[in-house]
C-alpha cells in the first residue's frame, strides 16, 4: 500500500465532511504506521508486542506508551487475559485506545495454561459486542506469546493482523474513525457548556446565599426592634420602680429623723428634708443615666448624651408647727387640771405624814404642780409637732415620687427616640450592606444566565451541522445512526431558554427593594 492511495482516501473523506459544514475543523490526529498493543494488567501485552514483532519485522508494533499525545494507530490489539471474561472497565480501556482508530484484533492470550480458553473467548465477543455495535465484527484470535512450555501460539494472531493492515479500506475508515471522534468531541463539549452542571450548581448555591443574607437581613432586623423595645419597657419599669424605692426610703428616713427631734431642731428639719429629697431626685437621674447608657450598649447603639437639663426643685410648702389659740387654751387647762391633782396629792401626803411642816409643803407641792403641768403641755405640744413633720415628711416625699416618677418617664421617652433613630441608622447601613452583597450576586446570576443561554443558542446553530457530519460519517463505517432525541433537545433548549427569562425576585425589606436575579434554571 503506498502513501498516495492513502492520502486520496483521507482527502475524500474531509471532502465530504466539510461539504456538509465547512466550518468544521479537521481533525489534528497524526496517524502514525504502527500497531498498537493494549489490555488490562498482566494480561501479557508485553509478550505479544514482541512476539508480533518478531514474526513481522517489518511492521512496528508499539504500547501506548510508546505513542506521543496527539498520536493515533493504524490498527488495535487488544489482549486479555483467559483467566477471565472481559469488565466494563477493560470495555474502557479498548474504547479510550480505539477513539481515532477503526481496526481492532481481540487476543485471548494465555491459552496453554486455561484451557477453557474458547469459551472465554466466545464470552468476550458478545460483551464487547453488546458494549458497542462498532465491535460487532472484530477478529478474535487465542494466543500464546510466551507459553510457559512449547512454542509460541501466535499463529492466528499473526494472519488476523495481516489481514487487517493489508485491507485498502483501512486508511479511509481511521479517518473516518478520527472524525467521529473529533465531531462527538464536540457536540459533547456543546451538550456540557448547554447543560452546565457545575453552573448549575453555582447557580442554585448563589440563590441559597441570596435568600440567606435576606432571610438573615430580616430575622436581624425584627430581633433588633423587638429587643429595643423590650429594653425600653424593662427600662421604664426598673426604673419608676427604682425612683418609688429611693422615695419610700427616704420617707422612711425623714420619719424615723422627726419622731426623735428635740424642741430646738424643730426648725431646721425643713430645710434638712428638703436637702434630703432633691438628694434623692439627683440619685434618681444618675441612675436613669446609667441604666439608659447600659441599655445602649446592651444593643449595641451609640447615643450621644442628652445635654444636662436641670432636674426638678422638691420645694414642699413649710409644716405649720404654729398651734392654735383653743387648742392651746385647752392644752394649758388640761395640764393645768393634771398639775393640780398632782400638788393636792403631794400636798395630803405630806400633811399626814409631817404635820408641822403644812404651809412649806403647800408651797411646795404647788411649786411640783406647776412644774408638771408646764411638762404636759411642753411635751403634748412637742409630740403634735413631731406628729405634723410626719405628716409633711410623707407629703414631702410623694411630691419628691411624682417627680422623681415623671423624671424617670421623661428620660425614657428620650432614649427611647434616641436609640430609635440610631437603630433606623443601623438598619440603613445594614440594608445598603445588603443591598450591596444581593447586588453582587444578582450580577453574577445574570452572568450566569448570559452565559447559559449563549451556550444553548450556540448549541441549538451548531448541532445540526454536527449531527449531519456525524450521521454521514457513521454510515460510511455502516453503523447504525443513534435514537434521535431532537425534540427532547429542543424541549430542552426552550425550556433552558424561557427560564433563562424568569426573575427570580426577592426585597431586603418591606420598604426597599433590591434589584432581581435571573432565574437560570
Not at 468544521?24 to 508486542?49: E, I
Not at 456540557?192 to 438573615?216: I, Y
Not at 441549538?460 to 427532547?488: H, I
Amino acid at each position: 500500500m503506498t502513501d498516495q492511495p492513502d492520502n486520496d482516501a483521507v482527502a475524500d473523506v474531509d471532502a465530504m465532511v466539510t461539504a456538509i459544514g465547512s466550518q468544521l475543523g479537521a481533525p489534528s490526529t497524526t496517524r502514525v504506521d504502527a500497531v498498537l498493543v493494549t489490555g488490562p494488567w498482566l494480561s501479557g501485552v508485553t509478550g505479544v508486542v514482541a512476539a508480533l514483532t518478531e514474526r513481522l519485522p517489518e511492521r512496528r508494533f508499539v504500547e501506548p506508551t510508546d505513542l506521543a499525545a496527539g498520536e493515533a494507530p493504524s490498527a488495535v490489539v487488544f489482549v486479555v487475559s483467559a483467566a477471565a471474561a472481559l469488565t466494563d472497565s477493560d470495555c474502557a480501556l479498548l474504547d479510550a485506545a480505539m477513539a481515532e482508530t477503526d481496526a481492532v484484533i481481540g487476543v485471548v492470550s494465555k491459552i496453554d495454561v486455561h484451557h477453557n480458553w474458547e469459551a472465554v473467548l466466545a464470552a468476550n465477543r458478545a460483551a464487547l459486542a453488546a458494549h458497542a455495535p462498532r465491535y460487532r465484527d472484530a477478529p478474535w484470535v487465542g494466543a500464546a506469546a510466551t507459553p510457559e512450555v512449547g512454542e509460541p501460539q501466535v499463529d492466528d494472531l499473526v494472519a488476523a493482523v495481516s489481514d487487517v493492515l493489508a485491507n485498502e479500506e483501512l486508511p479511509r475508515r481511521n479517518r473516518l474513525r478520527a472524525w467521529e471522534s473529533r465531531l462527538q468531541t464536540v457536540a459533547d463539549r456543546y451538550d456540557r457548556e448547554a447543560d452546565g452542571a457545575g453552573r448549575r450548581a453555582r447557580v442554585e448555591a448563589l440563590r441559597e446565599e441570596r435568600s440567606g443574607v435576606l432571610r438573615q437581613r430580616r430575622l436581624a432586623k425584627s430581633e433588633r426592634t423587638i429587643a429595643l423595645r423590650s429594653q425600653t419597657q424593662q427600662a421604664r419599669v426598673q426604673l419608676s420602680y427604682f425612683a418609688r424605692n429611693r422615695c419610700a426610703s427616704v420617707r422612711s428616713e425623714l420619719q424615723e429623723d422627726a419622731a426623735g427631734l428635740t424642741r430646738a431642731k424643730l426648725p431646721e428639719f425643713a430645710s434638712y428634708a428638703g436637702a434630703r429629697l432633691n438628694e434623692v431626685v439627683a440619685e434618681v437621674d444618675d441612675g436613669t443615666t446609667t441604666h439608659l447608657a447600659d441599655v445602649a450598649h446592651g444593643l449595641g447603639l451609640a447615643i450621644e448624651a442628652p445635654p444636662p437639663a436641670p432636674l426638678p426643685t422638691i420645694d414642699p410648702p413649710a409644716p405649720q408647727l404654729k398651734s392654735r389659740k383653743l387648742e392651746s387654751r385647752l392644752m394649758m387647762l388640761v395640764g393645768a387640771g393634771f398639775g393640780l391633782g398632782v400638788a393636792l396629792t403631794l400636798s395630803r401626803l405630806v400633811a399626814h405624814l409631817a404635820p408641822g411642816l403644812t404651809v412649806a409643803g403647800a408651797v411646795a407641792c404647788a411649786a411640783i404642780g406647776l412644774g408638771v403641768t408646764v411638762w404636759v403641755v411642753g411635751t403634748r405640744g412637742l409630740l403634735r409637732d413631731r406628729g405634723l413633720l410626719d405628716r409633711w415628711a410623707g407629703e414631702a416625699t410623694g411630691l419628691a415620687q411624682s417627680a422623681a416618677e415623671e423624671l424617670v418617664a421623661t428620660r425614657v421617652l428620650t432614649a427611647e427616640s434616641a436609640l430609635t433613630a440610631a437603630l433606623s441608622e443601623q438598619d440603613e447601613s445594614e440594608s445598603t450592606r445588603v443591598a450591596e452583597q444581593v447586588s453582587a450576586i444578582d450580577t453574577e446570576l445574570r452572568e450566569h444566565s448570559v452565559v447559559g443561554a449563549r451556550a444553548a443558542a450556540l448549541r441549538g446553530r451548531e448541532m445540526p451541522t454536527l449531527q449531519a457530519a456525524l450521521e454521514a460519517v457513521r454510515a460510511e463505517l455502516g453503523e447504525p445512526p443513534p435514537p434521535s432525541d431532537e425534540g427532547s433537545e429542543s424541549m430542552a433548549i426552550e425550556s433552558e431558554t424561557s427560564a433563562s427569562a424568569n426573575v427570580d425576585g426577592e426585597q431586603i425589606d418591606d420598604e426597599s427593594p433590591t434589584n432581581t436575579a435571573d432565574n437560570v434554571y
